[in-house]
Nanobody, 127 residues
Framework: QVQLVESGGGSVQAGGSLRLSCDTSRYTASRYCMGWFRQVPGKEREGVASIYTRDRTTRYADSVKGRFTISQDNAENTVNLQMDSLKPEDTAMYFC????????????????????WGQGTQVTVSS
């Protein structure tokens, strides 16, 4: 059963913006540490951003810092990723994920710390 559902992907020109949303309403575990990741063919999955939802502390990959913003919307039960100043190298499949329940360390976008994943939404940035 899918517990995390991403939406908002699409095609945009370089310099444009997209807003991704992760529906967490079906996720029954605690949503304390959530993250966004991306992957392109032939490369490893890359951490993009994370949010510690208890106090909304965020962390970002250097490649997106200053351009992307991760946030939570309690009313809508979503974790969002606002992507501005998009570059062609941002093209990837973007995944929403929740940290494994056994993890009690700092919330950070390291793939191995996350155990529940969405199916992904494609983002394509043209030059």
């Amino acid at each position: 059963q899918v517990q995390l559902v991403e939406s908002g992907g699409g095609s945009v020109q370089a310099g444009g913006s997209l807003r991704l949303s992760c529906d967490t309403s079906r996720y029954t575990a605690s949503r304390y540490c959530m993250g966004w990741f991306r992957q392109v063919p032939g490369k490893e999955r890359e951490g993009v951003a994370s949010i510690y939802t208890r106090d909304r502390t965020t962390r970002y990959a250097d490649s997106v810092k200053g351009r992307f913003t991760i946030s939570q919307d309690n009313a809508e039960n979503t974790v969002n990723l606002q992507m501005d100043s998009l570059k062609p190298e941002d093209t990837a499949m973007y995944f929403c994920a929740a940290a494994s329940a056994w993890y009690g360390g700092i919330c950070q976008p390291i793939p191995g710390l996350f155990g529940t994943w969405g199916q992904g939404t494609q983002v394509t940035v043209s030059s």
